[in-house]
C-alpha cells in the first residue's frame, strides 16, 4: 500500500515537473532533474518497503561525539 | 513558478528572522532542561553570542553584494572546492529543514491528532510549503510583518492572561548552577535558533540595496531574543519545577489560561501559530536548498554587482524559473519528506541529539565555514574592493 502510494506520488511529480522540459527540449535540464528523480524515487521505495535507512545526522552525532570530541553530557 | 523580480524590505527581512526563530523558542524544552530557572537569561547571553557571527555574515555579503552563499563559495574557493563546500551547505538545509518538519509532524501526532499517521501530517505539511514557493518566496516573506503582528500579540495576551498564575519567586535561587551550564545553554541558543538565520543569506540579494542585510538580521535576533526571554520566564514563573519535566512547556503554560469559563483551552491557538511559523521556517529552508542546488547544477556565476544597482536583486530569485532550470521544488519537498522519516528513529533520540551534538554540527556550517570563506577572501583580495580598484 505504501508502496503504491510512493509510487502514485511520484507519477504526480514527474507529470507537472517533466512534460514542461520536454516540450521546450531542454535535455541538459531534463537529465539533471532525472538523476535527481531517480536517487529520491529509490530513497522512497526503500522507506516505503520499511528497510531500514541509516540516517546521516546518526552517523554525525558519531562522529562528532566519538572522534572530535565535541558534545555536551546531559544533565 | 513566478519567482522572478522578487524584492523584500529590509523591514519585511526584520519579522521574517524574528518569526523563523519564533517557531523554535515555542519549543523552548531544549534550553530549560539545562539552565532550569535562569533560561531567560540565556536569550540575551546567545544573542551576545550571535554578534560576531552577524558580523561574519554581514562582511561576507558586502564583499559580494547580491551574491547567494553557493556563489560567494565560487567565487573564493574555484569551481570544484566551492561546490564541495557549497554542497555541504546544501546538505545542512537539507538536514536543518527534515529535523524541523519532523518536530513538526511530532507536535500534531503527540498534541493536536494523536490518531493521524506523521507521514500523513508530514506530507500535507510540506504540500503547503511546496504551494508557498510555487507562489513565490517574496509573498511569504510579504506575509512575516503580519505573522510577526499575530505572533507576537498573542505572546503578549498570553502573557498577561497567565498573570494570575504567576508565581515569582519560582525564579529564584538566581545564578546558581555551575558555569559550564551556562555555556553549554548560551552555545545551543546561539547555535539551534539564533545561528539558523545563516538560511537569509540565500535570501539576501532579494533585497533591493547592496550591504543592508545586517541591520535586519541584527534587528530580527534583537526581537527574537526579548521574546524568547518572555517565553521562558513566563514558563518559568507559571510552571515552576514542572517546566523542566514536560515536553512542551510553552504548550502546557498556555493551558493555565481561563478567563471565567469564555476563555480557555487557548493552547489550540497557539498550535495554530506554531504550525504557521513552521511552515515559514521550512518554506525558507527548502528554499535555500533548491536555490543553492538551482546554482550548484547551473554552473554560471554572474558578475558582481555595482554598489546601489538595484537590478541585481532579482538575479539569485531568477535562476530558480523554471523556463532556465530543472524544476526542483517538487522533488526536493520529496527529498526532505523521506529524509524526515528516517531522521529519527524515537523523540528521545531527537531530544538526544539536540541537547548533545546539535549546537556543534550547527556552529560548523554557522560559524566555522563563514569565518573561513571570508578570512580567504580577505586573504585572496577578492570581493567588491578589489572590483572597484580594478
Not at chain 2, 5 to 34: D, M, P, Q, W, Y
Not at chain 2, 65 to 84: A, N, Q, R, T, Y
Not at chain 2, 114 to 142: D, H, M, Q, S, W
Request: proline residues 5%; positive net charge; aromatic residues 10%.
Amino acid at each position: 500500500m505504501n508502496l503504491l502510494l510512493v509510487l502514485i506520488a511520484f507519477a504526480g511529480i514527474a507529470a507537472i515537473d517533466v512534460p514542461g522540459m520536454v516540450k521546450s527540449k531542454r535535455w541538459h535540464d531534463l537529465t539533471v532533474y532525472s538523476i535527481l528523480f531517480l536517487l529520491v524515487l529509490v530513497l522512497g521505495i526503500l522507506v516505503a518497503l520499511d528497510v531500514k535507512v541509516p540516517s546521516p545526522i546518526k552517523a554525525i552525532q558519531a562522529f562528532y561525539r566519538d572522534i572530535l570530541h565535541l558534545s555536551f553530557k546531559i544533565s | 513558478m513566478t519567482l522572478e523580480k522578487e524584492n523584500i524590505s529590509s523591514k519585511e527581512l526584520a519579522f521574517a528572522v524574528f518569526c523563523f526563530i519564533h517557531g523554535t523558542v515555542l519549543r523552548s524544552g531544549f534550553i530549560i532542561s539545562v539552565t532550569r530557572n535562569d533560561s531567560w537569561a540565556m536569550a540575551f547571553t546567545g544573542l551576545l553570542f550571535m554578534l560576531p557571527i552577524v558580523a561574519i555574515y554581514a562582511g561576507l555579503l558586502r564583499k559580494f553584494p547580491g551574491k547567494s552563499l553557493v556563489e560567494i563559495d565560487d567565487i573564493i574557493f574555484g569551481p570544484i572546492l566551492g561546490k564541495v563546500i557549497s554542497a555541504l551547505y546544501l546538505f545542512f538545509f537539507a538536514s536543518l529543514a527534515a529535523l524541523n518538519t519532523r518536530d513538526l509532524g511530532n507536535f500534531v501526532a503527540v498534541h493536536m491528532m494523536p490518531e493521524t499517521p506523521i507521514a500523513a501530517a508530514i506530507a500535507v505539511f510540506l504540500l503547503g510549503c511546496v504551494y508557498t514557493l510555487r507562489k513565490g518566496i517574496e509573498n511569504l516573506i510579504n506575509l512575516s510583518t503580519l505573522l510577526f503582528i499575530i505572533s507576537a500579540g498573542a505572546l503578549a495576551l498570553n502573557a498577561i492572561l497567565v498573570l494570575k498564575e504567576v508565581q515569582p519567586e519560582f525564579l529564584k535561587p538566581l545564578f546558581r548552577l555551575e558555569p559550564q551550564k551556562y555555556v553549554q545553554a548560551t552555545v545551543s541558543v546561539t547555535a539551534v535558533p539564533m545561528g539558523e538565520v545563516l538560511a537569509f543569506t540565500m535570501l539576501t540579494p532579494m533585497l533591493g540595496k547592496n550591504g543592508k542585510a545586517a541591520k535586519p538580521l541584527l534587528l530580527g535576533l534583537v526581537l527574537s531574543s526579548v521574546s524568547m526571554a518572555i517565553v521562558l520566564m513566563r514558563d518559568i514563573v507559571t510552571l515552576g519545577p514542572l517546566v523542566s519535566i514536560v515536553s512542551l512547556p510553552a504548550f502546557e503554560s498556555i493551558r493555565y489560561v481561563s478567563l471565567g469559563d469564555i476563555l480557555t483551552r487557548l493552547e489550540s491557538v497557539y498550535g495554530v501559530i506554531l504550525i504557521i511559523l513552521f511552515l515559514l521556517k521550512v518554506s525558507i529552508l527548502l528554499y535555500a536548498f533548491v536555490l543553492g542546488l538551482t546554482q550548484m547544477l547551473s554552473g554560471k556565476r554572474r558578475p558582481l554587482s555595482n554598489p546601489g544597482h538595484e537590478g541585481q536583486a532579482s538575479g539569485t530569485a531568477q535562476s530558480l524559473n523554471s523556463k532556465n532550470h530543472p524544476p526542483l521544488i517538487l522533488i526536493s519537498a520529496a527529498l526532505v519528506f523521506f529524509y524526515s522519516l528516517f531522521v529519527f528513529e524515537s523523540m528521545m533520540e531527537n531530544k538526544n541529539w539536540g541537547a548533545t551534538t546539535a549546537p556543534f554540527f550547527s556552529l560548523t556550517f554557522e560559524f566555522l565555514l563563514p569565518a573561513v570563506s571570508l578570512l580567504v577572501a580577505c586573504l585572496r583580495k577578492l570581493g567588491r574592493a578589489r572590483e572597484v580598484k580594478a
